[in-house]
């Protein structure tokens, strides 16, 4: 059943945990092409400060940076170039830590309740008692259309349809339909869900300060002064709003030194991986890949020996997640 469908792999995690580096290698392993889900990626001239990759990713340099790009943006243009590439007979793989990109493309845009902890924990708790099974027959009385799409043990999907009827009386279906009648990607594709970061707080931190300053001296200053000269661009786009271009713009309208600029951006950019961490705490169906100083693979000292067998990298990790074979 779920397994005639086309897999889509997500791979997300904090700046500077190694995103790219892992998408590249499971792209020659599983013959992938990349799509980026970065806000910075998507506008021509910012290069150095988003670290645009050589690689070749789709959703890059598609918009000037006088131009806005939203979240709908992104998933209209996502679901087109992830159909292309399914079509083209490989496996596409959404790849950055836009957070707000990922979560409108992977459950929609529609205006339906939010998140309702104590909802979920009741459901939570009848699916101890009785099965995830038995929860997929209450949402088939309640949403029989909305239980044909979702398989009977997927418990993320499930959870969430039968909290949305119960927190508002209208079925997901319903609500999906008013807005448009959005498919999501999981009732099209099989969606493998990793995120990468590394296990110390302070590695991460390390990481941050030092491509920052590789970025100042591969000439980050003097890109951002040439977006500052066009003059048609200003502080309130969301271009300019990107970490490391807004503090370094900032610092060419004189209001505070180089020094300084570097600092803040090296600050707002340990914040953005904070914000990011969180979300991804949060983040249901997510296979982790923690990583060590070396950036190899983290192994917890309580596990089980055996999984020693996937190898010390991040890549046999991530091989080992796309072999499961999920719901």
């Not at 243009?77 to 992830?82: E, K, L, P």
């Not at 997901?172 to 009648?181: V, Y």
Request: negative net charge.
């Amino acid at each position: 059943m779920s397994t005639a469908r086309p897999t889509l792999i997500c791979l997300m995690g904090p700046t500077a945990s190694g995103k790219t580096d892992l998408a590249i290698q499971l792209a020659g392993q599983r013959d992938c092409e990349l799509v980026s889900v970065d806000s910075a990626l998507v506008y021509r001239g910012l290069d150095i400060g988003s670290a645009k990759p050589d690689y070749p990713h789709q959703l890059v340099d598609i918009r000037d940076p006088s131009q806005a790009y939203s979240a709908a943006d992104f998933v209209a243009d996502a679901t087109r170039v992830v159909a292309e590439i399914t079509a083209r007979g490989r496996t596409p793989l959404l790849v950055g830590g836009t957070m707000l990109y990922f979560k409108a493309f992977l459950e929609g845009l529609a205006a339906m309740p939010a998140a309702d902890p104590d909802i979920r924990r009741e459901i939570e708790a009848e699916a101890a008692t009785h099965g995830w099974p038995w929860v997929h027959e209450r949402l088939a009385e309640v949403d029989p259309e909305a239980a044909a799409r979702i398989h009977p043990n997927h418990s993320q999907r499930l959870g969430r349809a039968l909290e949305v009827y119960r927190a508002s009386g209208i079925p997901i279906s319903q609500w999906q339909r008013e807005q448009g009648g959005q498919t999501l990607p999981g009732d099209q594709y099989r969606v493998i869900q990793l995120a990468i970061c590394p296990v110390s707080r302070a590695v991460l931190h390390q990481r941050i300060t030092d491509r920052f300053q590789q970025m100042m001296g591969m000439g980050f200053l003097a890109e951002v002064e040439k977006l500052w000269r066009r003059g048609d661009l200003n502080a309130d786009l969301p271009a300019i709003r990107a970490v490391g271009y807004r503090q370094l713009w900032e610092h060419l309208e004189g209001h505070y030194s180089l020094d300084e600029a570097v600092m803040r951006a090296v600050a707002a950019t340990r914040q953005l991986a904070k914000r990011q961490l969180t979300w991804l705490r949060k983040w249901p169906d997510l296979n982790w890949i923690h990583t060590n100083e070396a950036g190899n693979r983290a192994l917890d000292p309580l596990s089980d020996p055996e999984e020693a067998g996937f190898g010390l990298t991040p890549l046999g990790l991530a091989l080992n997640y796309l072999d499961q074979a999920p719901l």
